[in-house]
Structures are given as structure tokens and as C-alpha cells.
């Protein structure tokens, strides 16, 4: 009876166990990964190249073939760094640009060295290069960290607030983690440093293997703490002398049509009280022609000023996914002139922006 209840309990236990793998694994391999992560800090290479393997077998993700190459590469190891590098760049979808050009940099050194006929470059351990992702704990810790800043920040006790900050600056140096430029972007903004703020946003969307979610909530951001364009303010007077302007001149336009239709009815009439009468109107319509046109020009004028001013100050600011983009900055003219038009000129402007 107690040998049939043993295989029981056996048979329940290995269910148990096949029922909740995944679980199981994962936790694990976040264990591995924290383990393998303070190995790391704590200059541990060789334990934690075994915790980051570890980590690996039970959740197969691309970040620790980058941990394991990277601790390869402080040991000076450039053979096993290339490996897991390679490996790396295979696997990962989306790369940031910072560390895909220091590792294909690292990787085409090595193929050289190896041309010259060295077996196995050593490298300087204390070369410069990104290190490992921070695992899910220290990620909280930061987060925790910037509200401790905002809590500081806002109560006045600027000291401390600054010191946390440049604590959060100091990880960020040599954990390259977009995670913490997002939080250090999200403290500026709470206690509004606009300014700030808008530098470590810019610098978190431009990486494209940001979180997508906290992509879209910095460029949210972004757009409400960007300021107007310097020239803005002056656009809508340039308008409001535009269209009245615009409106004289086809006015003036109209009662010249009159005056013209009214001459040739002047020259090809015989009875001479009606003469009279069409030069009368004639007059009356030639000078509302002159004032029209004078009006208008002038409004004209006020608002190509105004355009001219917007303009200077920079009304076609580009917008952010412009500038991540390096490009030639057109040429900006502006010309005006004078041009006939029935009964008097009128002013234009052109030019190539």
C-alpha cells in the first residue's frame, strides 16, 4: 500500500511540474540574468558569462548572447566576444545604431588582426562599450529613483534632487539602457525643465529599439513641449493685412473695368447732358480706382513685411523626424516688384524657399 501511494505522489509531482514550465523558466532565467548582471558589475567575468548562459538555455533571448560577448570582450577574449557578437546581430531584430556600429566595428578589427596573423587578439579591459541591459529589478530601481528626484525636486531640496540626477547620468554612461533615458527624460518633465526634458526625449525615440508604447508617449511629449517657431506670432498679422489688401487691389481692379466700359461710352455718345453724366461718373470711378489700388498696395506691403519677419525668425522650423535626418538647408530668397496692372501697379512677391 505505501509503495503504491509513493508512485502516487511521484506521478502528481512530475505533472505538477510538466504543467507549469514556462513559469518555471522564466523566473529562472530572470534569476540568471540578475545573478549574471551583478557578476558583471562586480568585474565577475567568468561567473557571469555561466549565469548569462544559463539564462539562455531556458529563455533563448538575443540580449544574452550580447551579455556573454560583452564579458568576453573584458576578459579580453576577442574570438568568444566575435562569436556571441555574430550571434547577436543574427538573432536581434531591431538593433540600437550606437551598438550595432561598435560591434560590427569590434568584429571587422578582429577579422584584420586575424589577417595579420594574430591567433587571438587580447583587447583592453577597460576599452569603452556598451554594457549589459539592466535586468527588470535594476529598472525599477531607476524608476524609483526619478520619482525620489521628483519628490526632492518639488519639496525644494535641490541638492539632493541634483545629486540623484547625476547619479542617474553616471548609470546611464555605462549602462546604455534606452529604459533609463526615457526616465530621466520623464523626471525632467514632471518638475518642468522643459528643456531638458525635450534633449533626453529626442535622444530616447531616436533609438529604435525603444519600448513602441513609451516611443509614442515621447513623441507626445515632444509635441507639446516643443516651442513655436519664433515666426509664428507674426503670420496672423501678416493675414490680417493680407486679405483686405488683396481685396482693394481686386477692387481697385473692378472699378477700373467701370471706368474703361464708362469712357467708351463717353466717347460714342452725342447728346451732351448725358457726356456730362458718364464724365462725372467716369471721375468718381477713376479715383476710387486710385484709392483702391493705393489702399491695398499698402496693405500688401505691411503684410509681406510681416512675412519677411516670420520668415527670419524661422516659421519653417523642421519637424522632429526631420532632423534625425541630416540634409541640406535650402536656400531661402524673397524678391519683390512693382507690376503694371490696369489703372496702376501692384506689389508681388516671389522667391525659393
Known sequence: MNRVLSWLVLIVSVLILQAHPAHCEEESAAIYEEEGARLFLSKSYEGAIKQFNLAYRLDPKPQYLFNIGQSYRKLGLAAEATEYYQRYLHDEKKIDPTIYADLTTYIDQYYVSQEKGSSRPRVSAEAAEPAPLLAAEEAADAEELIAQYVRDYRAGNQAVANEIMDQMKQVLASRRDP????????????????????????????????????????????????????????????????????????????????????????????????????????????????AAYAAGGALLAGAGVFAIVALKKGIRQKNEEQKTTPRATPKRTLTGSLAPLPGGFGLSFGGNY
Open 179 to 290: 529604459i533609463l533615458i526615457y526616465h530621466i527624460a520623464n523626471g525632467f518633465d514632471q518638475v518642468r525643465r522643459r528643456r531638458d526634458a525635450l534633449e533626453y526625449y529626442r535622444r530616447f525615440v531616436a533609438i529604435e529599439t525603444a519600448d513602441p508604447r513609451l516611443r509614442r508617449r515621447a513623441f507626445e511629449r515632444i509635441a507639446l513641449l516643443t516651442p513655436a517657431p519664433p515666426g509664428q506670432k507674426y503670420l496672423w498679422p501678416s493675414l490680417a493685412l493680407a486679405i483686405p489688401g488683396l481685396a482693394g487691389v481686386l477692387t481697385g481692379v473692378g472699378l477700373f473695368v467701370q471706368s474703361d466700359n464708362n469712357f467708351q461710352q463717353f466717347t460714342s455718345e452725342s447728346d451732351e447732358q448725358k457726356k456730362r453724366d458718364l464724365r462725372d461718373k467716369g471721375t468718381g470711378l477713376s479715383i476710387g480706382s486710385t
